[in-house]
């Protein structure tokens, strides 16, 4: 947690302003991960890999004159997930090449959290901070195989409270396409 404080005084004669805060929230990003896995039968699989989400950036700028001193205040928050994936998979095969799959298991995450805030009263402050879960995941998708060893994958995978309490936890939806070697 952020804490900042400022003792105010009062200024005679000075009305207190404060223009309009403007913030953004960018919760969308590009991800990556590989995996290995066994298949036991035509109906069950396991697979364990990695997986980097990709991150989530809020930007916040406020700018006023509380204390009869023009002041411009900014805070950056920074988020983080990746780690190491375990599932079992559920395959339905639908004809020679065409299968789809459901997906349950675990990602061991590890959740970084970084913020930044900068006034012109204060020096700027950093606080940076990580913290590790478990957090359950589920998915759905489909494979093609061509030339025998190949699978093209399409796969929806969501991450339920993905994050740390500490760094905040929100539910996170993927939707991957990957190709698949077996042997």
Not at 15 to 30: E, G, H, N
Not at 77 to 91: F, M, R, Y
Not at 117 to 131: H, K, L, T
């Amino acid at each position: 947690h952020i804490y900042a404080c400022t003792q105010l005084s009062p200024t005679p004669n000075v009305q207190p302003t404060v223009a309009p805060m403007t913030s953004r929230l960018d919760d969308s990003d590009a991800g990556f991960g590989f995996f290995a896995g066994y298949r036991f039968n035509t109906h069950f699989a396991v697979e364990g890999g990695y997986i980097d989400v990709g991150n989530v950036k809020y930007r916040a700028n406020a700018s006023g004159n509380v204390t009869g001193i023009p002041t411009d205040a900014v805070l950056n928050v920074d988020t983080d997930t990746s780690g190491i994936t375990v599932a079992a998979l559920g395959v339905w095969p639908l004809s020679y090449r065409w299968e789809v799959y459901g997906r349950a298991g675990a990602l061991f995450s590890s959740n970084e959290f970084r913020a930044f805030y900068d006034d012109v009263e204060q020096s700027p402050r950093r606080a940076e901070f990580s913290e590790n879960d478990v957090d359950l995941l589920a998915g759905v998708g489909t494979s093609y195989t061509f030339l025998e060893i190949y699978d093209v994958r399409l796969e929806f995978q969501r991450i339920f409270d993905a994050g740390d309490k500490t760094t905040a936890e929100a539910d996170l939806d993927m939707i991957s396409v990957g190709i698949t070697v077996v042997f």
